[in-house]
């Protein structure tokens, strides 16, 4: 099967799965929402630690998601996946999250560089992801979420631009700034 082919499975898979639930949940399920909950959280976790960096903040953030989701679900029509939907839900609410520093990134940084430093013994594929994580962790904010969600998530720049109300010239050149950082970082 093609990569193509296999796309339209997952989005046709997805369609039948969450259709029935997501007019449940509209009705007013909370059972229904839960199981929603349940087959996106994971997903909704990674993208908010990945671009918060710190595990306390991407939790409370992937809360925040699903209970935005569960306020404006009656919002989604149903024109695109119901994960496509809450996946730009979820960049909005983390942008917005950036725009209220906690200080807890530092903390963050401390835990991978204690986790870095204490990986002897480990297979050198762990120790590799753990260097990438912690030189990730310590990219600037933004060049940091712009990396994630164009390298890591596959969003298009356009789809980056329109969620962190930046503009594409802008956003291409933190994702330049980013990658350079991550070479220079991982050279060491």
């Not at 994960?83 to 807890?104: D, F, H, M, Q």
């Not at 390298?151 to 356009?158: A, C, K, V, W």
Request: hydrophobic residues 45%; charged residues 25%; proline residues 2%.
């Amino acid at each position: 099967m093609t990569s193509n082919q296999l796309q339209h499975k997952a989005e046709s898979l997805e369609r039948e799965d969450t259709v029935e639930l997501i007019a449940q949940a509209k009705s007013g399920s909370h059972a229904a929402f839960e199981a929603i909950y349940r087959m996106h959280v994971g997903r909704v976790y990674a993208i908010c630690l990945r671009i918060l960096a710190d595990r306390a903040r991407a939790e409370e953030v992937t809360q925040k998601v699903f209970i935005r989701a569960w306020a404006k679900l009656n919002s989604f029509r149903g024109e695109s996946l119901f994960s496509s939907w809450l996946y730009k839900l979820a960049v909005n609410v983390i942008v917005g999250e950036l725009k209220c520093p906690t200080g807890r990134i530092e903390q963050q940084s401390a835990e991978i560089e204690t986790r870095c430093h204490t990986s002897s013994g480990l297979e050198p594929s762990l120790v590799l992801r753990l260097d990438l994580e912690k030189a990730i962790a310590l990219l600037p904010e933004q060049a940091r979420t712009i990396f994630v969600l164009h390298d890591i998530e596959g969003l298009t720049y356009g789809e980056i631009a329109q969620a962190m109300k930046l503009a594409v010239g802008y956003g291409k050149a933190q994702l330049s700034r980013a990658r350079k950082l991550l070479r220079e970082a991982l050279k060491q």
